[in-house]
């Protein structure tokens, strides 16, 4: 049964071409064109985890939200749920599917960032860097799970995914210094996964991997209680209400 969901969602997930040129071909055009751009060597590991952290977050998040919901909507929730599987195994089972491609993506990422912009990186670092983003892009699919029970339709997809994306990215210094910033905006994105999994990155490919093994700490107790949240919420029907029942 688990390697079937497993299967199902890598399959699935292979036909979403939107989300996979925003999310693989869309970055390493960005990566490269900003990186010709701005030639400073100290900006290419900010500007290569800004990319990787800006295209797994748009794969994981608003990616899953819409698939979830156009799976629902068609029905195929309704046969699994005769099965006798336990609601967060399945949510953590589809999770892990995704994860998987959008790890892949983000290599792809990194490698170009390697090729074309002569990233400096170390193989103990590229292991670390896996490592945290295995952790973020894990982090990103659960929360879009909760994004998709949430909504009832794309428009509220589309909304709720903006609410969380504007502090996740203007809130950190992902790809600009918040030294200038007032001191709320950075407080305000300390509150979302993403700022940790940016620090991880950058962690990671500096050396520094005592600092990334507690952002990835910090990433996967975001990711546990995202999760919690996800199967609590979760609709096998279209027609059911977030915490059960009939809408």
């Not at 010709?36 to 994981?60: C, E, M, N, R």
Request: contains cysteine.
């Amino acid at each position: 049964m688990t390697g079937t969901i497993f299967q199902s969602m890598l399959a699935t997930s292979l036909r979403d071409k939107i989300s996979l040129f925003y999310s693989t071909l869309f970055p390493v055009a960005l990566l490269v064109g900003l990186g010709l751009y701005f030639d400073s060597p100290a900006y290419k590991p900010v500007l290569t985890t800004g990319v990787i952290g800006l295209g797994s977050l748009f794969w994981a998040l608003q990616g899953v939200a819409f698939q979830v919901m156009q799976q629902r909507n068609k029905g195929v929730y309704k046969l699994l749920r005769l099965a006798p599987y336990p609601t967060l195994s399945f949510i953590l089972c589809m999770t892990l599917a995704r994860t998987v491609l959008g790890l892949a993506m983000s290599v792809l990422v990194l490698l170009a960032a390697v090729v074309v912009l002569g990233l400096p990186v170390t193989l103990a670092g590229v292991l670390t860097l896996l490592v945290v983003l295995a952790a973020g892009t894990l982090c990103f699919t659960a929360l879009g799970f909760l994004v998709a029970n949430m909504a009832r339709n794309e428009g509220q997809i589309n909304m709720l995914s903006n609410l969380l994306y504007l502090p996740m990215v203007f809130g950190t210094d992902a790809f600009y210094s918040l030294a200038g910033a007032p001191g709320w905006i950075e407080a305000v994105g300390r509150c979302f996964p993403f700022a940790y999994f940016v620090d991880g990155m950058r962690s990671a490919l500096a050396g520094h991997y005592a600092d990334a093994a507690v952002s990835v700490a910090i990433v996967a107790g975001f990711t546990a209680a995202v999760l919690l949240l996800a199967a609590v919420t979760f609709r096998w029907d279209a027609d059911q209400s977030p915490l059960g029942g009939k809408a």
